[in-house]
């Protein structure tokens, strides 16, 4: 099951804010959101055999994941708000250390940050995105795939560096520098397209 | 320059909408306001070389078209909300039957149908989608390319009709069919690479 990590480094991790002004009030939590819709959305129905990992480092309870699971999700709809009200209702409950608490069906939050999300998913293949990688389309990734990307911001150095410890891949998926939820809508395509 | 049209069969006409619910009280506009965002969205960038037009069908004052200029665009930020607005601005104004009023920067609404817009393009490369057409990864695709998508819903049989009055290249992108933005996303990276 191909795996996407996004970071918010200025995503709010308490759940005060409104539903009124994503893009204003949350950190850009509307960028992870449509980071979401481009995970799980087909035409007419739902990618079930994918995963998305939600790692938000804003004020004022940081860190803290929301882990989005295709296989289990309900009640996801395609546009940003309504999936902002899980996040919200998920970064409002209170959740010991150890513990990733379910908030509704597929949708599930924890205090993990990006490091122990991606010791959890060691051994399999990870991808670090870089112009001179592989182009994606010479590239023969498959379901076994870790993705992580950075939402407002490009990984920091030491974010790089979690990520080069896992022995990464280097792709690339063209010359421009693309929003992450329009890198996952490329690689999900290819993975399709790497299946036929 | 690449043109995307997409047709938003119920998507309101009159402006008379709430921004607080767009994906329940405006016929779907949230659909084709992400594929704005796709449009023209890069990592820190704006793509300028491309044209989306947004065909609306639905009450009280149909049909309107939308269309987005990205070599003029200001004031477009990547959530829906804020296009949106841009849009219900757009749809309030008061127009005449063969009058295309520039309503803010890059942003123009006529009362235009699809027929009139695919007009506009006659002699450019048309692309319809088909799961039987070239593969997209296989095409020789250029920025003289005109690609006509559904929202909410397919294109129905008379828009199909339309499309194919002007000669279009059966291309496929891949074996699921794709919400209308991610297909945008996937042309124009492939436009990218195609440009190498």
């Known amino acids: ?30 960028i992870l959101l449509r980071c979401v819709n481009s995970t799980f959305f087909l035409s007419n129905d739902i990618r079930r055999d994918v995963e998305i990992h939600l790692v938000l480092l804003g004020e004022s309870d940081a860190p803290k994941t929301i882990r989005f699971d295709g296989s289990k999700i309900k009640y996801l709809n395609p546009d940003e708000r309504s999936t902002a009200a899980l996040v919200k209702n998920a970064l409002m409950q209170t959740i010991g250390d150890d513990e990733e608490m379910n908030t509704s069906p597929g949708v599930y939050v924890s205090r993990r940050g990006l490091k122990e999300v991606l010791e959890s998913f060691r051994g399999r293949k990870f991808v670090h995105l870089m112009e001179t990688g592989t182009s994606i389309q010479n590239s023969d990734i498959d ?18 560096n979690m990520v080069k410890d896992h022995d990464p891949l280097p792709i690339s998926l063209g010359p421009n520098k693309l929003h992450a939820n329009h890198c996952i809508t490329i690689f999900l395509n290819q993975l399709d397209i790497n299946k036929l």
């Open 143 to 160: 379901d076994d795939l870790v993705v992580v990307l950075g939402g407002q911001y490009d990984l920091t150095e030491d974010e790089e």
């Open 1 to 30: 099951m191909p795996v996407f990590v996004v970071v918010g480094h200025r995503v709010n991790t308490d759940g005060l804010f409104t539903l009124n002004d994503l893009a204003g009030s949350t950190g850009r939590l509307d």
